[in-house]
């Protein structure tokens, strides 16, 4: 790469070190992502573009099984994902059952009182999931739930909750179903329409392996009735579906202006899931998780989250006795240029968060990886490696 040094201010522009990003996200991005990000930019209401916005609205409804019309990619990270999914369907007063086991739950209760809505935390230990009788039984002590929502892959802890059969449980109290889907849209089974889920968002820098950004969301009809039958205005300008929808509609109405080059990485990404099809991925993301742990038990490591509930693009290992936690990591990113994640709130200190992620999820990372850590914990690299080759790597 090419270094310019300004004459002016003696400053060189920025060119970042080498990783190998096998944290929480961001993931590692496919060249060819890279190479859409640097086209030339073209106004956001130029007949390509907006061609291209119905092209990234397509291949997300069916990268979120779904057939719903309210699918796009909202301007901003994740987070916005779940901002405006609360923001558009909350009012102040509302009722709202909030499944707690993580940094992502605890964050969605936090979205939905600062909205005004009463929130009921139904709680689990960070590592396990929340066992569905305990949803029912917050719902069933409800005036009238307007809204539960859950976190898909919990990518605080690693810990994978089941949702299918929840949008029956919402319904049937009269509630909507909401589903954070960041971690696990394009990673894992995800299944919008047959799962009966009414709202569901998600990010770009996680199993899209895009770069961070973009949150694409996507919601029921009955989700958009909902927001139609509201006595108040949305409380958020920028992230008001009903203005939003003027853009992605026919009518192409201006609301803001859509972050051009984030939208070409997107569509790009996009391609590149669909060309791998969404099954296969899913199953690369399996096998390397599962030749991870193979190779991970060989160095006696062991998992945090809880058993038949594990993450495959998510991995939270428990830090062994006398190992230094921080230390390990430093060690990994400065000497190996490998980055993984630390744990957060309780966990703090406790694990390590490995990302198998997108284009993170490949073969020749797991061996890196696990060459690495076999050599910093004082383990057998070759036969760390042997184990995770035999237990079947993918891509
Ligand atoms: C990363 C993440 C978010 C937040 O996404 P940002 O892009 O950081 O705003 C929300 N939920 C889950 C489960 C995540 O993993």
Redesign the pocket.
């Known amino acids: 790469m090419q270094l310019i040094v300004s004459d002016k201010t003696q400053q060189a522009s920025f060119v970042p070190p080498d990783r190998l990003l096998l944290g929480?996200?961001p993931a590692m991005v496919h060249e060819r992502v890279y190479a859409a990000m640097s086209r030339p930019i073209i106004g956001h209401l130029d007949p390509a573009f907006l061609d291209l916005m119905d092209r990234v609205q397509g291949n997300l409804r069916r990268a979120f099984g779904t057939e719903n019309a309210m699918t796009l990619p909202v301007s901003?990270?994740?987070?916005?994902?779940?901002q405006a999914c609360f923001a558009n369907l909350l009012e102040v007063g509302d009722e709202v059952v909030v499944g707690v086991n993580?940094?992502?739950g605890t964050?969605?209760a936090d979205v939905a009182e600062r909205l005004g809505a009463r929130v009921r935390r139904v709680e689990a230990e960070w590592g396990e999931v929340i066992p569905v009788e305990a949803l029912a039984e917050a719902l069933a002590a409800c005036d009238s739930p307007r809204l539960l929502a859950v976190?898909?892959?919990?990518?605080?802890t690693g810990a994978w909750q089941p949702v299918q059969g929840l949008g029956q449980l919402a319904h049937d109290s009269g509630a909507l179903l909401m589903v954070?889907?960041?971690?696990?849209l394009a990673g894992c089974p995800l299944e919008v329409d047959a799962w009966e889920i009414d709202a569901c968002?998600s990010?770009?820098?996680?199993c899209l392996s895009c770069p961070?950004g973009l949150?694409p969301l996507t919601m029921s009809e009955r989700a958009m009735q909902r927001v139609a039958d509201r006595k108040s205005a949305v409380s958020s300008w920028y992230l008001d579906l009903g203005l939003i929808a003027g853009y992605f509609g026919s009518a192409r109405v201006y609301h803001h202006t859509a972050p051009i080059s984030m939208l070409y990485a997107l569509d790009e990404a996009l391609l590149l899931v669909h060309e791998e099809g969404l099954h296969a991925r899913w199953d690369r993301h399996r096998s390397n998780h599962e030749a991870l742990w193979a190779g991970l038990a060989t160095l006696g490591l062991e998992p945090a989250a809880s058993e038949g509930h594990r993450l495959w693009m998510?991995n939270s290992v428990l830090v062994p006795d006398g190992v230094d936690e921080a230390g390990l990591r430093r060690s990994l990113l400065e000497d190996n240029g490998i980055e993984i994640g630390p744990g957060l709130g309780p966990l703090a200190g406790r694990v390590w968060r490995i990302g198998l992620m997108g284009e993170s999820s490949r073969a020749a990372n797991v061996l890196r990886l696990l060459g690495a850590l076999a050599q910093l914990l004082g383990g057998d690299a070759a036969k760390a490696r042997r184990a995770a080759e035999q237990s079947g790597l993918q891509g």
């Open positions: 929480p996200g901003g990270t994740g987070s916005a994902g779940m993580g940094v992502f964050r969605m976190v898909h892959a919990e990518t605080s954070d889907a960041v971690t696990s968002y990010g770009t820098q996680k961070p949150s998510l």
